[in-house]
């Protein structure tokens, strides 16, 4: 399983690890992944999402 959110497309990021001394050394920022259960089509789905989609799922329901 990738770490892919399923409904933005977002992925992990890399960059470097800076130490002190200011070595740099590389790493990998994940996207935080949910577990959820989402009504697609009339049947409830679960797919991975990241908070940040989910989030702005909870926001456009609120609003409607």
Known sequence: MSRVCEITGKGPMSGNNRSHSLRATRRKWNVNLQ?????????PTKVRISTRALRTLKAQSKAQ
């Open 35 to 43: 577990k959820v259960t989402l009504m697609v089509d009339g049947k």
